[in-house]
């Protein structure tokens, strides 16, 4: 069993070195403080070099989705650096950061009129190496769109987040990881009264290279913290290489 | 270097606009005429009319009966002011100072100093001048002198030649009239009277004799004339600092032309700023067309920069607004304003990046060049409850806050621009609502927190108080519900949403 798994995954370092994916170091490799989930992508490395869509229908998923890329700003902008957010219907509102760790005042945001300019203004500011990371809310991206921003990110290494309304179509678009993020009730210590830390579906739809998975998270006040699912008391007649007699 | 003044006499300013304008004119004659005390006085003659003895001053019924078949045509107050304005804006071109001539207020001064050798000397100067007004249909007599006051009086009563020589103003003067000086009538009269009938005959007087008998203004102005007193123009257009102008041989009408000339431009301007530890902040750049008209686009940096690269990309974005036309002759970039530019320290190691940082800078500027300023914003926490003002927008990109961001009460991570009025089902007095449908859903609560009461800002506005709860609803979505006012108050109470949660 053991060699077949090795195989495999000599197989797998093989493909993405051909695909041009530098192996990490494993001592060096940055954990972006999501847990499991990063596992997901190759090399086990959350892509910051790369454009992340999510796809946000209703308005709780977008809270959602806001929620958690400024979980994920909170680790990109740990050096001072600033992050752009542009958009045209912004409802992002900025004194909520303060609770995942992101300070506000280093986010630009720019409210533009037209979608056109959106684009404009992340293309631009994709290709700023100053910053750690681009925000644009979009109602839609073509394929020739999403290639451009891409190219962008390949060359400054800055992240860029695209949340998106419309659910079709997103099978056009080159974007690394497709992320949806829908709130799940949360649970409170002991059964106490009230709200408890948010919580997430983090369903990750697709991934280049990557093995797509849905995952439960909460941002446990500091940091992402995932939901283990409670394991089932195991029956002792069910367990692997059980031993009859 | 020795000063020198240009005077332009339009002779019949208003008549010339009018032919200009009214070729069908050509061949009558007309006056302008304006009411004065219940009679039409002419205030300006066009050159046929002048041969019928007709003169400025005169009614005009009493011109109608000298001459006939005279058009009396309006004068509006301001006009020949406005043609002058006009002119002068387009006389630019000769020299950076003009100044409109307020005394007759039908002429303009220009400071030569310095501009004629680019038209191959003085005479070329004023033949340029004079065959480019008349092609436009102005006819004009102009005269260069080293004092305004002596260019003035040349262009209108000289006769020998309009070109005074350096140091030959005085001598040039010697045999005008009086009236060359730009005096008053009534000590014209005086003058006059006295048997003064040219200026040599009273410049040597003493002053003091002078001023006993013709006030202090005639002496102004002899002074004036004669360069012992120092006249100051009040120039259309003040010059700025920093400026740099690009005229070309031929008129330029591609956008590849355009951008050469921009960059020319700003080669100099950045050279002259960085030598001086100046940065650009507002630029103008006025391409001047052939066919008069002039486009005008202007670009703004955040922080003062004399990078080419920088600033050329900045004008880059706006070249789409020129329209060349038939072609622009002149280009004037200006920076009106200029900041001193920080040298930044090199950092031995690479710095951290933030919101100063260069790039960001650049970013922001092509931003604000294409879309503009106004579009950019960043907060700053505001020392308030009320959620709406709980923000406060950040006037520079480097403005630090000057209070933490708070986060011991809950704060939505999307807040709705206006509240949103809902239907709720809840408990009184303070239970929070069982459910609520917002938008035709029907969100059954499953958890709540609050109520967190926020009261209005009194001294800003009234109304009532708000009761905020934080609602889960049974799906996990999170929602920021209030109510406005209390239960069984005279005022209806009612209930919104404002905001959603992560």
């Known amino acids: ?245 | 270097m020795q000063r020198r003044f240009v005077s332009i006499w339009f002779r019949q300013l208003l008549a010339d606009w009018q032919l200009i304008r009214r070729p069908e004119l050509s061949g009558v004659p007309f006056v302008f005429a304006a009411p004065d005390h219940g009679r039409m006085i002419i205030t300006a003659v066009s050159e046929l009319a002048l041969g019928f003895g007709v003169e400025v001053g005169m009614r005009a019924a009493d011109a109608k009966a000298i001459c006939p078949g005279l058009e009396v045509l309006d004068d509006k107050p301001g006009r020949s002011r406005k043609l002058l304005k006009g002119l002068g804006e387009w006389c630019v071109r000769y020299s950076p100072i003009v100044a409109i001539d307020e005394f007759a207020m039908d002429g303009l001064l220009l400071e030569a100093t310095g501009c004629s050798h680019l038209w191959g000397g003085e005479s070329g100067y004023l033949k340029e001048i004079v065959s480019r007004l008349k092609s436009k249909g102005y006819t004009v007599r102009v005269a260069i002198a080293d004092t305004p006051g002596a260019a003035w009086a040349i262009s209108h009563y000289g006769k020998v030649t309009p070109l005074i020589p350096v140091g030959g103003h005085v001598d040039a003067l010697l045999n005008l009239v009086p009236d060359a000086l730009r005096l008053e009538e009534s000590v014209l009269a005086k003058l006059r009277k006295l048997g003064f009938y040219q200026i040599k005959s009273f410049i040597g007087m003493p002053r003091s004799v002078l001023r006993r008998r013709f006030g202090e203004d005639f002496l102004l102005r002899l002074g004036q004339a004669i360069g012992t007193e120092i006249e100051v123009l009040a120039a259309l257009q003040v010059p700025v600092p920093f400026s740099e102008r690009l005229a070309c041989l031929e008129p330029i009408k591609t956008r590849n032309g355009i951008e050469i000339a921009i960059n020319k431009l700003l080669e100099n301007l950045c050279k002259r700023m960085q030598a001086e530890g100046k940065g650009l902040r507002f630029g103008v750049l006025t391409c001047y067309r052939i066919d008069g008209k002039m486009v005008q686009v202007d670009i703004g940096t955040s922080g003062a920069s004399h990078n080419i690269s920088h600033l050329l990309k900045l004008f880059q974005l706006k070249i789409d607004q020129i329209r060349p036309a038939l072609g622009i002759e002149l280009f004037v970039l200006d920076a009106p304003k200029v900041d001193d530019v920080e040298v930044p320290q090199e950092e031995m190691w690479t710095s951290k990046p933030g919101l100063d940082d260069q790039s960001v800078i650049k970013l922001l500027d092509r931003v604000a060049g294409k879309v503009g300023f106004q579009v950019i914003h960043r907060y700053l926490p505001a020392k308030r409850y009320w959620p709406e003002r709980a923000i406060l927008k950040a006037v520079s990109v480097t403005e630090k806050p000057n209070a933490p961001w708070r986060v011991d009460k809950p704060r939505p991570t999307e807040l709705l621009k206006t509240p949103v009025a809902i239907e709720v089902m809840a408990i009184i007095p303070d239970h929070p609502p069982k459910f609520f449908i917002y938008k035709g859903v029907r969100h059954i609560v499953a958890k709540a927190d609050g109520p967190e009461r926020i009261e209005r800002e009194w001294w800003l506005d009234h109304g009532e108080h708000r009761d905020y709860y934080q609602v889960e609803d049974e799906q996990g979505g999170r929602y920021w519900l209030f109510r406005s006012g209390h239960y069984g108050g005279e005022n209806k109470y009612k209930w919104f949403i404002h905001g959603f949660f992560a």
Do not use: Y
Request: net charge negative.
């Open chain 1, 1 to 245: 069993m053991d060699a077949k798994r090795e195989l495999f995954q000599k197989l797998q370092q093989d493909i993405l070195l051909w695909q041009g994916f530098k192996p990490v170091a494993s001592g060096k490799a940055e954990r972006i403080g999501l847990g499991e989930i990063e596992d997901a992508f190759p090399g086990g490395v959350f892509p910051k070099k790369a454009i992340h869509e999510f796809i946000t229908v209703v308005p709780e998923q977008s809270a959602a989705s806001d929620g958690f890329i400024a979980g994920l700003l909170a680790v990109l902008m740990e050096n001072g650096a600033a992050c752009v957010w542009a958009s045209t219907s912004r409802r992002l509102f900025p004194a909520s950061l303060g609770l995942f760790n992101v300070e506000p005042e280093r986010i630009i945001f720019m409210d533009v009129q037209t979608e056109k300019d959106v684009l404009w203004i992340t293309e631009e500011a994709l290709k700023c190496e100053g910053l750690a990371a681009v925000v644009a809310e979009v109602n839609n991206l073509s394929l020739i769109e999403s290639r451009r921003l891409q190219l962008a990110v390949e060359s400054s290494g800055v992240t860029g987040f695209i949340l998106r309304k419309d659910e079709n179509k997103t099978a056009s678009t080159v974007a690394t990881a497709r992320w949806r993020i829908s709130p799940l009730p949360s649970q409170t210590e002991n059964g106490m009264p009230g709200l408890g830390f948010p919580r997430w579906q983090v369903e990750l739809l697709k991934v280049r290279n990557g093995n797509p998975g849905n995952f439960v998270l909460e941002w446990a006040g500091e940091k992402f913290e995932e939901v283990k699912k409670v394991k089932k008391e195991s029956v002792w007649s069910e367990m692997e290489g059980r031993q009859i007699g």
